[in-house]
């Protein structure tokens, strides 16, 4: 279970993140929702070590999050996508998805000499990852450049890089954003089994989509929780329908897409 | 296709000695020059494991090839060690070495470790001028008669064969290494060290090791082009050798193994049919260096694979099924 207390991360005068508790079960997915610049993905990032952070504590089941080394986070179980995706574009798909496994595989320069136990480990990693490939329909375009693809397919491709080390807590940012109605349910799909399996944490703007597959969500304006309970209380929160939702003609554009 | 391609380069480069003997005397030039093109070969390939892979610029590469080749001279002129030994030494010396680059690259990039590695390979230049008692000065170190496991190695022929080893082996080790987990790793940090940290590459680390990795592979080169010459001197290694490496993988396309062949092909054929006018190949080399940076970003590389790709796209005659299709 992820346990963050008085999680603050402070960019030079602008503390884009304030003292913000959150707790997520080992399993079942959980929303971040806000305005832009709530500090919903500057929370990702300090959960996911990409950033540093300026006070507070985070823990993932025994593990002090907060005091590994960024590489570190991924063994430690926490694996995430990006708001934009951030692909490697000078490896295949496939070879994408093999990066994610970076952390749970041993060869090293022995890679070089192709040992029977490097090939042994390789053919595992490869078998892992085209199995993720298959889930999300990317098994096709497995030797393809990332930057060949559509938008939606690269942003299938970072979320399956995160969920390829079957991550203990998933972080995703904006996982559906770019994505065309019929590469939306493959995802939804995905995120629902991983729901199933571990603590997934996503940011998304779509509520009537988090209505349908998130447990509860965490509402953030100003880099402070707002609110936080399930999507049905969530939406008639006075709080939340003033910071996020908005009413009738003043309506946010997020809430539009309600 | 590929590998009958490889194949048949690999038979004719094994048996080009054999058509040189119709060359008589001449045939010694040009087997020294295609074996010297052969460790050019494996120290591009070593900048651009480095540049190519990893994303990070050296213009000091030839200072690990001096390193490779003084400390094989040294040790075969003083304890007369042959060449493998020699060789692994001086691959060793390299690694070591390239930690002084490797710890600075992590915090450094772009041009700012260009600047640093420039300034790395102008030092190694000026220790091997200036440490008479180790290297000789400028009157460099000759070199005992090279042996391979107590066999006599040193005629043009078997330093040829020698050569042709060691890039094929040079080829199939980086080859390995770029299609696994560290080679991956390698090209992660290249497109960006935020989603390869998020992956759990160490990133840090992973620069160190590129350095060492490349640095090994060109002290490797060094040394077996210290037993091939018979004798190493710092006008081997200076600024100018840096260059050239450079050019070769920018020119042949950073990113690949056959792009850095095909760019050592290119820069030691130019530098060798301009070699009888002083600074010509250099200046020759620049300018293409220009038009490639300009005009051809890809290199040798980009270019075959654009046609490959137009090729593919063209429409297909009347009456023609592609079998791709």
């Given at each position: 279970m992820l346990e963050a207390r008085g999680v603050t991360v402070r960019f030079?005068?602008?503390?884009?993140?304030?003292?913000?508790?959150?707790?997520?079960?080992?399993?079942?997915?959980?929303?971040?929702?806000?305005?832009?610049?709530?500090?919903?993905?500057?929370?990702?990032?300090?959960?996911?070590?990409?950033?540093?952070?300026?006070?507070?504590?985070?823990?993932?089941?025994?593990?002090?999050?907060?005091?590994?080394?960024?590489?570190?986070?991924?063994?430690?179980?926490?694996?995430r996508s990006f708001q934009r995706a951030e692909l490697f574009p000078s490896l295949t798909v496939l070879e994408n998805l093999l990066v994610g496994l970076h952390s749970t595989m041993q060869t090293g320069l022995?890679?070089?000499?192709?040992?029977?136990?490097?090939?042994?480990?390789e053919q595992a990693a490869r078998a892992r990852a085209e199995r993720v490939l298959r889930d999300l329909d990317l098994w096709e375009v497995r030797n393809a450049a990332p930057a060949d693809m559509p938008y939606g397919h690269q942003k299938l491709l970072d979320v399956a890089r995160a969920l390829v080390s079957e991550p203990a807590l998933l972080l995703l940012d904006e996982p559906f954003a770019g994505l065309t109605e019929a590469e939306a349910p493959r995802l939804l799909a995905c995120i629902r089994a991983a729901g199933e399996r571990c603590a997934v944490l996503m940011i998304e703007h779509h509520f009537e989509l988090l209505e349908g597959i998130a447990q509860r969500m965490t509402v953030m304006d100003f880099g402070q929780k707002v609110s936080e309970g399930t999507p049905a209380s969530m939406r008639t929160d006075p709080e939340v329908i003033r910071c996020y939702l908005g009413t009738g003609r003043h309506r946010t554009a997020a809430a539009s897409a309600c | 296709m590929q590998r009958r391609l490889v194949i048949a380069i690999l038979v004719a480069c094994a048996v080009l000695p054999i058509a040189f003997q119709a060359l008589g005397q001449r045939q010694v030039y040009w087997l020294f020059v295609i074996s010297e093109f052969y460790v050019f070969a494996i120290v591009a390939i070593s900048l651009d494991l480095l540049m190519g892979r990893s994303g990070q610029i050296s213009l000091g590469q030839s200072g690990f090839v001096a390193l490779g080749a003084y400390t094989a001279a040294i040790l075969n002129q003083r304890f007369n060690v042959d060449l493998p030994l020699g060789m692994l030494a001086g691959a060793a010396t390299a690694a070591v070495a390239s930690l002084v680059l490797g710890f600075p690259a992590t915090r450094l990039r772009g041009h700012y470790l260009g600047i640093v590695t420039l300034g790395f390979g102008i030092a190694i230049d000026q220790i091997a001028l200036k440490w008479d008692a180790l290297t000789g000065g400028d009157q460099g170190i000759h070199l005992h008669r090279p042996a391979l496991f107590g066999v006599d190695a040193g005629t043009p022929v078997r330093m040829y064969y020698v050569a042709l080893v060691a890039l094929v082996v040079a080829v199939l080790l980086v080859r390995g290494l770029t299609q696994t987990r560290i080679g991956r790793a390698f090209a992660a940090i290249k497109d960006s060290e935020v989603a390869a940290a998020a992956m759990g590459v160490p990133v840090a680390r992973t620069k160190v090791l590129a350095f060492i990795v490349s640095a090994f592979l060109a002290g490797a080169a060094g040394g077996i082009y210290a037993f091939l010459a018979g004798f190493v001197a710092p006008e081997d290694f200076g600024i100018e050798s840096s260059l050239l490496f450079f050019a070769m993988v920018v020119i042949g396309g950073m990113g690949s193994i056959p792009g850095a062949i095909g760019g050592a092909v290119v820069v030691d054929a130019v530098k060798n049919a301009a070699a009888t006018v002083s600074g010509l190949s250099l200046a020759l080399l620049g300018g293409m260096i220009v038009l490639v940076v300009l005009f051809f970003p890809g290199g040798l590389k980009g270019l075959l694979r654009t046609r490959r790709i137009r090729r593919e796209r063209r429409p297909a005659p009347k009456g023609v099924v592609r079998q791709d299709a």
């Open positions: 030079g005068g602008l503390v884009a993140v304030n003292a913000l508790d959150l707790d997520v079960p080992d399993r079942g997915i959980f929303a971040l929702v806000g305005p832009n610049g709530a500090g919903k993905t500057t929370l990702i990032n300090a959960l996911s070590r990409v950033c540093p952070v300026a006070g507070g504590t985070v823990r993932l089941g025994d593990v002090d999050v907060l005091s590994l080394p960024p590489h570190a986070a991924v063994s430690a179980g926490i694996a022995s890679g070089a000499l192709m040992t029977p136990a490097s090939r042994t480990e | -």
